[in-house]
């Protein structure tokens, strides 16, 4: 039977991306020295199910970097070589190179050879260093058998495989003998029997088609999962299956405990009270070890390995593509309008049923409301999926610049939209490398300043209201207002004798062609500035802001939406129109006085709002519609903030508050200025959603034309 | 998952197929019981190999299985002697192995009912 391996390419890629990220984060958590076992085995195993992966599919550059790097993995685990600064580079390296290689052969672009066959040698190198005898990489997985005391367990840096077997009685009946998948996993690699005779009746109670008996499994770690689930394919259905890898780690007891009577491992049937494998042939012809048996502190404590298991994935969960998810979005959001214009409609109903057709959409709404939060919830991931590249970041740059530094994270499982999350990242990466470049002073000025030579990076999410505030904080130097001022003036963002407060002077650091750093380093002063951040920021529907004190540090806070497909919106009219503005955007709404208005000459009108003057955008004048009114005080005025800049907003009227689906404008039509997306409405209308900060800058181009 | 558990009745002698073969073959003589396995011990002659063990369960003396004759053995077959094995240990009476049979040494050995139906010792000799 042929299978076509091409269609598991894709969750390869993914799976071997995600244990990447495993191992990267393991690595970072070992600690030079004394390392801890089990991370030793989380990277691993990483590394073990990339090389077998890649092998079955051919990636057979892959599969021979791997296969090194697992070499040199085992010296780690066997303790035969030490976990040093050098080797975690190596390794970190190699997480690089990989992740590089995986990608190169998902694009089907060719490999980096060089880099790949530099590295592999840095790797045979190491190990031929630490182990004398230099075992020759292609003999890595026979190199442990030799070399400790544990000739029981060849292949035991490849890890296992556990499956347990449980038949269902008529497995015979319908023709499948356990003893012919036996043999053929048998054919596979090393198979360790362990027999569960427990339901095995007396012979006069015994059914002779019916199977009684059940094993556990072990094969050796090296042979794919596939080959395995093809010996039970027919017996799919007839029989409880298990197949886990097991950790490699769990392998070392089992050699050393094998002589363990079975009686151990299995509380002996009440009818059978001598252990069962007391005399084991030593030179037994059969093609397999008969019944080695593996000690109870194995297989009867899952507790142990679950933890470890967990790592490689079963956690419940399934892959589903994002346009699925998309689709889903969609449709849920074409059903949301539905419900709105039944509503719309049914709330105009008369007659003997109206009361309970309002009641049926009353129902139909709640309903709507939660399938509407179900599937957000299905687009949301935690934010450490972004959070989780920053250990490795801090680690680098801390190295090179010679800082010490220390990073926190917090609140990593608050979740977010998908497409929030994969935006946020590349802003984030400026903040924190911002702070550690510029925030974070050098060790000896800590301590001069009577801080702790080492500095603290802290990000934290948390949701606040509808919203998810994404904190970069440091203990820093805080910014230099004097810089930040003088660097202003002679840039001409403001005029040499403006004065500022100090709030002021730091929203400058956002200003388009501002950067204070002296000189360009590759961290932060690569020419995207703090202005890239709020812009980034703001695409999102969010918004950034700083707050800084001199001595004691510095913390952007970046608030941002939950989602990008929903918005909480108050709906206005002008004339026959209805539009949309974000809740989030809104101070409040009033209605003027005549004697509130004031003409200014040059500046059109503008209200007295606390004590402050609010230029009045007049919406109908913006989109060219016939209004109600014209006169100020027979409409109502929406105050919005955006960018920091206050409006009143001039509109007809208010309608309500409610969540709108938004669809992209640009997509279905093109960019309007001043407007972020559309929605329909229950009775089917289209109303555009008002980019409040776009609004203001149409507004002052207007007034300027 | 599936919830399907072993611990479900069992169904009572489902499908009774009429042998076609003999399973076994007995020496009433011997003063050890003797009992020859048939060259075929599978799940199709599975119901006669039952009935042949089951008369030979509470034989007092030792019961001598001749197994020079099996070439093939299969899960039901096997079952059934490793059953006949366990009841005679458990009522204190010995079970003893004549001849070789590389079938059953195989399966035994990659079932893992080598110990169960103590072959170690005796299949070899």
Known sequence: MTVDLTQFHDAFFEESFEALDSMEAALLKLDIGSPEPELINTIFRVAHSIKGGSATFGFSEIASFTHSLETLLDELRSGTMPVTVAVSDLLLKSVDVMRAMLRAVQAKQPIDSQRVSDLQFDLEVAIARKSEPAPPPAAASAAPAGSGGSAAAPAAALGHWRIRFHPYRELLARGNDPLRMLRELAELGELQVRLDAQMLPPLHEISPQDCYLAWTLELPGKVPEEAIRQVFEWAEGDCDLTIERLPAEQEAPAASAAPEPAAAATPPPTRAPEPQTAHQPSSAPAPAPAAAVPPASRLDAPGKSEPALSALGDSGSIRVSVEKIDELMNTVGELVITQAMLSQLGSHFDGPDAEKLRAGLAQLERNMRELQESVMRVRMLPISFVFSRFPRMVRDLTQRLGKQIELKLTGEQTELDKTVLEKIGDPLVHLVRNCIDHGIEYPEARIAAGKPAEGTVHLDACHRGGNIAVEVSDDGGGLDSERILAKARARGLIGPNDTLTEAQIHELIFQPGFSTAEKTTDLSGRGVGMDVVRRNVKELGGKVEVRSEPGRGSRFTITLPLTLAIVDGQSVAVGTETYIVPLISIVESMQLKPSGVTRLSGRGEVLSFRGDYLPIIRLHELFGVEPRSRALHEGLVVIAEGDGRRVGLFVDDLLGQQQVVIKSLEANYGHIDGVSGATILGDGSVALILDVPGLIRAASMRAAA | ?125
């Open chain 2, 1 to 125: 998952m599936k919830n399907r558990k072993q611990q479900t009745p069992a169904r009572k002698r489902a499908q009774k197929r009429p042998t076609k073969r003999a399973p076994a073959r007995s020496r009433s003589d011997a003063a050890p019981s003797a009992l020859a396995l048939a060259a075929e011990c599978t799940l199709a002659q599975a119901d006669a190999l039952q009935a042949e063990l089951a008369r030979r369960l509470d034989e007092p003396q030792r019961v001598i299985v001749d197994v020079s004759a099996l070439q093939r053995i299969d899960t039901a077959g096997l079952q059934l002697l490793a059953a006949f094995v366990q009841d005679r240990r458990t009522a204190g009476r010995a079970v003893e192995w004549r001849g070789r049979a590389a079938a059953l040494d195989a399966a035994a050995g990659l079932l893992g009912l080598r110990g169960m139906l103590e072959l170690a010792g005796e299949v070899g000799q």
